[in-house]
């Protein structure tokens, strides 16, 4: 199937208008860049409206319904709040690293949008290492969270900004692993042909549904564990636990500073459901993406529809599970995720050389990815039971004050 | 283009013009991680000088060799300087002098380095791009194809050095 794209469809009817080639591309290219990075900034408006709708409803609130229809606008006053804070700099905080951090930490997630591909044809940069540029741009936000920290100059900040560093780079290994199962499979690390090869051709119409996440639910699962893990999403959000570290390595920001941190942070999360749908849940594929002049469209409604689909499910995991502490955290990610996703690699490596049909591939990469998913579910069960179990133990009338014993270790029970 | 002493200057094409300004950003980067007289903003232009480095890599059209220095020296290194910094310095009072008392020995044996490398690296001939230069996603097949084939040793060696550190780090961090 060959798509045109946006840019030589746009830059071609330039020329044809007679602007020289060199500008031609370059006003496409400003053009994309201004409609992309204007749509991040606005989508954010709905996606803090989302998570503040999902979550109230969860916690059996009605959550904002005052401005605008359904509280639609009740981001934008609070945008317009924020504006009209005071901007402080603590007097000894290091003014390069304190300013310049917020800046970075937008602009890193800004730049992944130019490798999400929204539409058939409809990519910023059909880049050949799309997949490894997601992960690079990563470090550009742990950056940012490090110079916060050390820049405000604040003991909590600077604890904080060790916590993400720590999070970020754990997780970053299982994220990179299970990206690497789907560029072993498809053999690109082309977003488009990543997702061209996730159609399912059925008498020549495109049924779209030969999804990669279907044959490896196991990776699957594993990216998105470390995709909350990444943007610092509960149950991984100890980055902000207000209890340990007030507010996490922002606490010196405020205003319009400390909203970009946020903006970055709710937008990291979007791009990164954006990323999971296009590496395994068919990116724009579905029904009917062939077809001539709806298809693009089609893709489009099926990439959105998708995308938030993953986000609302984020929100939802955010409403409902209990914070992680940093042992069981950084347990999870080095003795739990590594191994397995190494071993599906190792898996996958071997069975993709066997000399049998294609078919046969697929069914052991399938057998060995509910392996995965089958060790992870068994052991999160045995985290959450044993977690239930403690708590109500400790919410128990166990004794009456003139009965309280002390133990050994001096702790009360 | 002509200036109005008869000066020839030469219009640069779009792609120089681009190429100039990440070089230009990159240099002066570099200058600042030896100026700064903040050990911390030395890291941070040192983070600096590695994009620009992978801007570089980008007009050379070796995108996977720029994502992974990205990946790896800002992901990785820049990270782990940054830190030793933080971890060894007191907080914002790690001000030390550009220039120590053997400034003026160290400047003149590093003339003499670059004047060495600059003899070497005009004395050396350069071979021009003879063969066609594969592109685009071949090859970063063929970059893998040879790393388990020609320099298959090398990158044995490489692995095993990774891992020793890896083992060292462990035992030096573990309770005793």
Redesign the interface.
């Known amino acids: 199937m060959q798509i045109t794209q946006w840019s030589d469809a746009l830059s071609g009817w330039l020329i044809g208008l007679g602007l020289p080639e060199?500008a031609a591309i370059?006003l496409v290219y400003a053009v994309g860049a201004f409609v992309l990075i204007n749509y991040g900034m606005l989508s954010v408006l709905l996606l803090i409206w989302i998570t503040r709708k999902v979550i109230s409803r969860i916690q059996d609130r009605i959550g904002p319904n005052r401005v605008g229809k359904f509280g639609l606008l009740q981001t934008v006053a609070d945008a317009a709040k924020l504006l009209s804070k005071e901007d402080i700099t603590p007097r000894?905080a290091?003014k390069?690293?304190y300013n310049?951090s917020p800046i970075l930490s937008v602009s890193g997630v800004l730049m992944l949008l130019a490798v999400i591909p929204f539409a058939p044809g409809l990519i910023g940069v059909d880049?050949?290492?799309a997949a490894?540029?997601v992960?690079?741009?990563?470090?550009?936000g742990?950056?940012a969270a490090?110079?916060a920290g050390?820049g405000s100059?604040n003991k909590y900040a600077?604890l904080a900004g060790f916590r993400v560093?720590a999070q970020l780079?754990s997780y970053?290994i299982p994220l990179v692993l299970s990206i690497l199962t789907v560029v072993l499979l498809t053999g690109?690390?082309?977003f488009g042909s990543i997702i061209e090869s996730q159609s399912l051709h059925l008498g020549g119409f495109n049924l779209g549904v030969g999804w990669l996440g279907i044959v490896m639910p196991g990776a699957l699962l594993i990216f998105f564990i470390s995709s909350l893990a990444e943007a610092e999403l509960t149950p991984f959000d100890l980055l902000e636990a207000e209890s340990e570290l007030i507010a996490g390595f922002h606490i010196e920001y405020s205003g319009m500073k400390f909203a970009m941190f946020f903006l970055a942070q709710f937008l990291n999360a979007w791009i990164l459901a954006a990323v999971m749908v296009t590496l395994f849940l068919g990116g724009w594929q579905g029904p009917g993406v062939g077809l001539p002049v709806v298809g693009p469209l089609l893709g489009f409604g099926y990439f959105m529809i998708k995308v938030f689909g993953v986000y609302v499910l984020q929100q939802w995991i955010r409403g409902t599970f209990p914070r992680l502490r940093i042992d069981q955290m950084m347990y999870f990610a080095w003795k739990v995720l590594v191994p397995l996703t190494i071993g599906l690699i190792v898996v996958q490596a071997i069975v993709q050389k066997l000399p049998t049909p294609v078919a046969v591939h697929y069914v052991l990469i399938f057998i060995a990815n509910v392996g995965v998913l089958a060790i992870v579910a068994s052991i999160l069960q045995k985290y959450f039971r044993e977690e239930q179990m403690r708590t109500k133990r400790s919410f128990e009338p166990t004794s009456l004050i003139g009965t309280m014993q002390v133990n050994e270790e001096g702790t009360m029970y | 283009m002509e200036l109005p002493l008869g000066i020839q200057v030469p219009i640069p094409?779009?792609e120089q013009f681009i190429f100039i300004q990440v070089a230009l950003v990159t240099a002066v980067a570099g200058l600042a991680v030896v100026t700064s007289r903040?050990l911390?903003?030395s890291a941070?232009a040192l983070?600096l000088t590695f994009f620009g480095v992978a801007g570089v890599y980008v007009f050379l059209e070796a995108?996977?060799l720029a994502?992974?220095q990205?990946?790896v020296y800002?992901?990785?290194i820049?990270?782990l300087i940054?830190?030793a910094i933080?971890l060894t310095r007191s907080?914002?009072y790690g001000r030390t002098s550009p220039l120590n008392n053997q400034w003026g020995k160290s400047s003149l044996f590093a003339l003499l380095f670059f004047m060495g490398l600059l003899a070497f690296a005009r004395a050396t001939p350069w071979p021009a791009a003879s063969e066609e230069v594969i592109a685009?996603?071949a090859m970063?097949g063929a970059l893998g194809r040879e790393f388990v084939t020609t320099y298959v040793i090398a990158f044995e060696v490489l692995g095993l050095l990774l891992l020793l550190a890896l083992v060292g780090a462990v035992m030096l961090a573990r309770d005793r």
């Open positions: 060199w370059f000894e290091d390069i690293a310049l880049l050949n290492i490894l540029f992960v690079a741009l990563g470090s550009i742990i950056m490090l110079m050390w100059n600077l560093v780079l970053e690109s690390m082309r | 094409t779009f903040n911390f903003h941070l983070t995108e996977f994502v992974s990205v990946l800002v992901g990785a820049a990270m940054a830190f933080m907080m914002m685009d996603e970063i």
